[in-house]
Structures are given as C-alpha cells and as structure tokens.
C-alpha cells in the first residue's frame, strides 16, 4: 500500500508563514510528480503548485511569488514553504503524488488526507 502524509498545517496570522511536508511510503517504484492542491468551504480542489521529478514546477497565479514548492526524491517528499500568508489561503491543503509502484506499472496518483492551513488575525 502507498501512503502520503502530510504535516506542517495550523493557524497563522496574515502575513505570517507555513512550511508543508509530505512524504510517501510504502511500495513505490518511481515518483513521477509531487504536488499541493487546496479546497476552502463551498469551493472546489485547485492546483496550487506542482513539481516534476526532474525538477519542473508549475504554481497557481494566486500564489506565484509566495509559496515555493520542492521535493526530495530519494525520500519520495514534497515540501511548500509558504509565505506572506493571506486570509483567502485558508483552506485544506492535499498532498498528491504521481507514483509507479514497479517497472511494469502504469502511474497513479495517490492523495494524501489534507492539512488545515487556518490564516486569521
């Protein structure tokens, strides 16, 4: 089985920063991508910031210039440092990777369970 979990979430004050982690165990062969999606109340998931494993990343033009996404992938980990933190980035934040568990599997992704990221004075 393949697990991502995630860690790092929690209340903040706008302005203030949050660094995510998430790291995936279990039976993987390869790690394709790793990424950050959000889903605040009443609204649906959105791509936040993705990063290939040669390194490419992609980032949500409401958070481009704050957040930095990167990865370790000997330790099949995603990290986000967000800063300049603003109210409108409250929301759960998802870990999701695009994983291959052996050589002759086709990928997949895999979710992580969410992380609250509360930002409020």
């Known amino acids: 089985q393949v697990q991502l979990v995630e860690s790092g979430g929690g209340l903040v004050q706008p302005g203030g920063s949050l660094r995510l982690s998430c790291a995936a165990s279990?039976?993987?062969?390869?790690?394709?991508?790793m990424g950050w999606y959000r889903q605040a109340p009443g609204k649906q998931r959105e791509m936040v910031a993705t990063i290939t494993r040669g390194g490419s990343t992609n980032y949500a033009d409401s958070v481009l210039g704050r957040f930095t996404i990167s990865s370790d992938n000997a330790k099949n980990t995603v990290f986000m440092q967000m800063n300049s933190l603003k109210p409108e980035d409250t929301a759960v934040y998802f870990c999701?990777?695009?994983?291959?568990?052996?050589?002759?599997?086709?990928?997949?992704?895999?979710w992580g369970q969410g992380t609250q990221v509360t930002v409020s004075s």
């Open positions: 279990g039976s993987i062969f390869s790690n394709n991508a």
């Open positions: 999701n990777a695009l994983l291959r568990k052996t050589p002759w599997d086709g990928s997949r992704m895999y």
